[in-house]
Antibody, heavy 122, light 110 residues
Framework: QVQLVESGGGVVQPGRSLRLSCAASGFSFSNYGMHWVRQAPGKGLEWVAVIWYDGSKKSYADSVKGRFTISRDISKNTLYLQMNSLKAEDTALYYC???????????????WGQGTLVTVSS | QSVLTQPPSVSAAPGQKVTISCSGS????????VSWYQQLPGTAPKLLIFENNKRPSGIPDRFSGSKSGTSVTLGITGLQTGDEADYYCGTWDASLGAGVFGGGTKLTVL
């Protein structure tokens, strides 16, 4: 079964960097696109970024564009989110999610990890 | 302010039916598939509906989705206390070139 385990969260000062990881298992990682979605404490879901199955295309939310980079390592079955120039408003639980595939295509986040908490505070 | 608009809360009695609306525009709902997610307290979101009205395996047919123009609706029949959760709609926005979610709707089963 699809399993996604996020790690790398923690407390970081504003302006610093952090890299999140998402270890994938139970499916052929190289065949599926992946998303990052975050949720600030007590708030709703916010889409962050997506990477195509082959890494050929990446898209970002305006709120993180230019500061965050999504990437994947097929050899390690791992998804990453490099977060630079962190701000207090980046404080959130960060989920990775695998796309759900159907006749209509493969895009919507379908399988979710449990999340890793990032707190940006001085 | 979310790109997709959902009511903050809805409520109904056990056994009854409830609907949750999600409205957007031609750049998102109007021209893209919409998904619905259920987030039980303290857990990760779970895919309930994809491609506007389809259910992944394991999702009971008490949950349904529909779309009309730039709005979608999630319906839940035979409400159970275990359905108390936050529900989110989500889709792609072609103008933004980004994924978007609604602000979420808290369902209370009285």
């Amino acid at each position: 079964q699809v399993q996604l385990v996020e790690s790398g969260g923690g407390v970081v000062q504003p302006g610093r960097s952090l890299r999140l990881s998402c270890a994938a298992s139970g499916f052929s990682f190289s065949n599926y696109g992946m998303h990052w979605v975050r949720q600030a404490p007590g708030k709703g879901l916010e889409w962050v970024a997506v990477i195509w199955y082959d890494g050929s295309k990446k898209s970002y939310a305006d709120s993180v564009k230019g500061r965050f980079t999504i990437s994947r390592d097929i050899s390690k079955n791992t998804l990453y989110l490099q977060m630079n120039s962190l701000k207090a408003e980046d404080t959130a639980l960060y989920y990775c999610a695998r796309v759900y595939c159907s006749g209509g295509g493969c895009f919507t986040p379908g399988y979710w990890g449990q999340g890793t908490l990032v707190t940006v505070s001085s | 302010q979310s790109v997709l608009t959902q009511p903050p809360s809805v409520s109904a009695a056990p056994g009854q039916k409830v609907t949750i609306s999600c409205s957007g525009s031609s750049s998102n709902i109007g021209n893209n598939y919409v998904s619905w997610y259920q987030q039980l307290p303290g857990t990760a979101p779970k895919l309930l509906i994809f491609e506007n009205n389809k259910r992944p395996s394991g999702i009971p047919d008490r949950f349904s989705g529909s779309k009309s123009g730039t709005s979608v609706t999630l319906g839940i029949t035979g409400l159970q206390t275990g359905d108390e959760a936050d529900y989110y709609c989500g889709t792609w926005d072609a103008s933004l070139g980004a994924g978007v979610f609604g602000g979420g709707t808290k369902l209370t089963v009285l």
